[in-house]
């Protein structure tokens, strides 16, 4: 009992004196906090892969009712805002060249004409598609377009409705905003960085300063010596973790669909496996410089691969082999699970476990390392 | 400048590259990550939907509505499976096993001959971008088998009403995959990466050490110390840039449709900028912990997000693309493109030439008096 009382007093003046070494310096409390909450504020606005007045120059050499009207309807969505209105085809390269629209709408003469006469009546779009992905968005809005075009100019004219109509909905985010799927994944992997990097710099920073050897003189165990590592990275973590909540619920208005116990559940034991993987990192460096650059190597693939920037479906068989080992990948699936869907404990158990084996795995190696190197 | 500048410089210089080059991890940032990312970025990254499962929930049964799902099973993008009922559907989508769910009610056939049917599609909405993606493959998919269903029963619906079809023409990116445009970004990324990051830290290291100290005493210049140090990591980041080239060339097929030369010297720009960045950094915060903090939030995550990488500028609020346009990053990635993609495009070569030759100027300029007055 006596020693249970030990054990605890000892981590938790191992853990206050760590809270104070991160937390002393006024330029690192700032930076602990103050970059999460401008990049989750910033990149909200700035990850969208959703169109919003988006630049486009008209070539309309009809001039007809129905050229205007259709242009009435490109115009009409709020997705597309005409910045140039070009006068013959020899302009066209220059805008799309400078970048300055996204695509160029191409009314032919004899348009009207054509569509009267009840032909195919082609209309040309002129993509620039140095971003891929853009490019096919906005293609895709514009066959939405054409076809409502089609549709009630087919009603307009005597003829009959388009035949077939597709009903369309989408759950757990109605409107399909890129910014509900962003913010959720940022909730784990805005933290991650810092857990990593806070927990990485912890030993590598005694060891370069001497410090380490002191703590070794300690009566402490390096078990506890790395609990009182671990504690206060986990806590400026989940720390980092609510004010991106914050920011998703109150800021960007996105609902929260799942309970709370169970999103903390599983961020707690995320940041426990990032803590085990920095724990790991600390052990292997020499010096903070090589701390950092090794967190700094290892974040990147993480992050990558972690489903945020590109699904992961979307990925080669083997690198989706190696997505398994990525912690990134559970969170994010969890929190988005959790958040967007509503979905309880039960079903993010899948996404748990794996978390709680990379924990099992690097904890007990860090502290392998740990005991390994004292020596 | 006499002859002591340069002995003085090259043996500087000497004594950096050995430091860089005794550190492992050092070479780590600037040799293997590059490689990494190359290889994450080619093979890894695609925003290109490719067989996307889809529950189909058929309540008709009829031959009309069987010929409507062979179109999505010619399609590419599209993996469907036919489950029995929408119950079954839903759990599919509710395990996240579909990214979408298309019935086709048991009127269908017989609406569809009236000229009247409809189809509910329910996309799985978390993935925004790919939801969007997949709409748009089935409502294609459908309308190719409904034109050509029309076309076998060999009554058009009236034909003398015309109707309008997109022409689409994809200029500077024909494949239109995402890989060409993923790969010149990801010059940038390692340009940043090497040219702030490893520079801040490594400089930050020596403030914090008291070593720059140590050689203010001695009769080197400052000037010459900063050059020095930019010299063998402007070496490591064009090492990084040429793997990159040579890796968008011969694994990735990326087009490289402007002057290799130009794409060289815009870099070389660049790479001004990124280490000026760096030096700066670090003789603003001298500590490491904060330097590297500094460049992550200052030059790499910005360079990431938002200079037009990943997400275009032009669809973000006018605020931010203010931030996104003031970035140097936005501007070597705005031209890198463009070679890349488009060819020598002189307005938007020389224009962005221009301003990162004035940021490389007023940064490295920044650098060198941030280093003087700590002499004093």
């Known amino acids: ?375 | 400048m006499n002859g002591g500048f340069w002995r003085r410089l090259l043996a500087l210089t000497r004594k950096e590259v050995k430091q860089l080059l005794r550190d492992r991890s050092n070479l780590m940032m600037g040799i293997a990550l590059p490689l990494v990312l190359i290889l994450i970025f080619g093979y890894g990254l695609s925003f290109d939907v490719k067989n996307a499962p889809v529950a189909v929930v058929m309540e008709d049964h009829s031959p009309t509505a069987n010929d409507m799902i062979a179109g999505l099973r010619l399609s590419p993008y599209l993996a469907p499976t036919v489950v029995d009922s929408m119950h079954d559907a839903e759990n599919l989508m509710l395990a996240r096993k579909v990214d979408a769910i298309l019935r086709l009610p048991s009127d269908f056939s017989r609406r569809l001959g009236l000229g009247d049917a409809h189809v509910q599609l329910i996309l799985h909405g978390a993935d925004a971008n790919t939801s969007r993606t997949i709409q748009g493959y089935v409502q294609s998919a459908l309308a190719q088998s409904t034109v050509v269903q029309a076309d076998r029963s060999g009554d058009t619906p009236s034909p003398a009403v015309g109707s309008v079809h997109l022409e689409q023409r994809l200029w500077f990116n024909e494949a239109n995959t995402s890989t060409w445009f993923l790969v010149p970004g990801l010059i940038v990324l390692i340009t940043t990466l090497v040219g702030a990051f490893l520079t801040a830290l490594v400089m930050a290291r020596e403030w914090e050490r008291g070593t720059l100290e140590a050689l203010f005493v001695t009769p080197v210049r400052p000037l010459e110390i900063l050059l020095a140090k930019i010299i063998p990591y402007f070496g490591v980041g064009m090492i990084g840039l040429l793997m990159c080239l040579v890796a968008a060339r011969f694994l990735f097929d990326v087009p490289i449709y402007g002057s290799l030369w130009l794409i060289l010297l815009v870099s070389v720009f660049y790479l001004f900028v990124a280490l000026g960045i760096g030096l700066l950094i670090s003789a603003v915060t001298k500590n490491q912990f904060t330097a590297s903090q500094l460049a992550l939030v200052t030059s790499f995550m910005p360079a990431l997000m938002l200079s037009g990488f990943i997400y275009d500028l032009r669809n973000m609020p006018l605020a931010v693309q203010v931030v996104g346009r003031v970035l140097p990053a936005t501007h070597y990635m705005e031209v890198l493109k463009s070679l890349f993609l488009a060819g020598n495009l002189w307005p938007v070569i020389l224009k962005n030439c221009v301003i990162l030759i004035g940021y490389a100027v007023v940064v490295l300029a920044a650098a060198r008096m941030k280093t003087r007055k700590l002499l004093e």
Request: charged share 15%.
């Open chain 1, 1 to 375: 009992m006596n020693a249970m009382l030990a054990f605890i007093r000892r981590v938790a003046n191992l853990c206050s004196k760590e809270l104070r070494v991160i937390l002393k310096d006024p330029a690192s409390r700032v930076l602990l906090f103050v970059p999460a909450l401008l990049q989750s504020l910033m990149f909200g606005y700035a990850a969208t892969l959703d169109l919003r007045e988006a630049p486009y120059a008209l070539l309309d050499q009809d001039h007809g009712p129905a050229a205007v009207q259709l242009v009435a309807n490109v115009e009409g969505s709020g997705v597309f805002r005409r910045v140039a209105t070009l006068d013959n085809e020899r302009d066209i390269a220059s805008v799309v060249d400078a970048g300055k629209v996204l695509f160029v709408l191409h009314i032919a003469p004899r348009f009207e004409q054509r569509l009267s006469a009840g032909e195919d009546t082609p209309v040309q779009v002129i993509l620039d598609a140095r971003n891929s992905t853009t490019a096919g968005t906005a293609s895709g809005y514009l066959g939405a377009i054409v076809s409502r075009f089609n549709t009630d100019w087919r009603t307009g004219h005597g003829g009959a409705d388009a035949p077939l109509t597709m009903d369309v909905r989408a759950w757990y985010n109605p409107n399909l905003e890129t910014r509900w799927f962003m913010m959720s994944s940022m909730i784990a992997v805005l933290s991650m960085l810092q857990t990593l990097m806070l927990t990485a710099l912890s030993v590598a920073r005694e060891r370069e300063q001497g410090t380490f050897d002191q703590l070794l003189v300690t009566p402490c165990t390096p078990t506890e010596i790395m609990i009182g590592k671990s504690v206060p990275s986990i806590f400026v973590g989940l720390v980092q973790s609510t004010l991106v909540l914050l920011i998703a619920t109150l800021w960007f208005h996105i609902p929260m669909a799942g309970s709370l116990v169970t999103l903390y559940t599983g961020l707690l034991v995320f940041t426990v496996a990032c803590v085990g993987i920095g724990l790991a990192i600390s052990s292997l460096a020499v010096n903070m410089q090589q701390a950092m650059l090794y967190t700094f190597v290892l974040m990147m693939p993480l992050v990558l691969l972690s489903g945020m920037t590109t699904p992961i479906a979307n990925m080669p068989t083997a690198m989706q082999w190696l997505t398994t080992i990525n912690p990134a990948r559970y969170a994010i699936h969890l929190v988005q699970r959790v958040y967007l869907e509503g979905v309880g404990l039960g079903t993010v158990i899948a996404d748990i476990v794996p978390l709680l084996i990379i924990a099992a795995v690097t904890l007990p190696f860090s502290a392998w390392l740990f005991r390994h190197r004292l020596v």
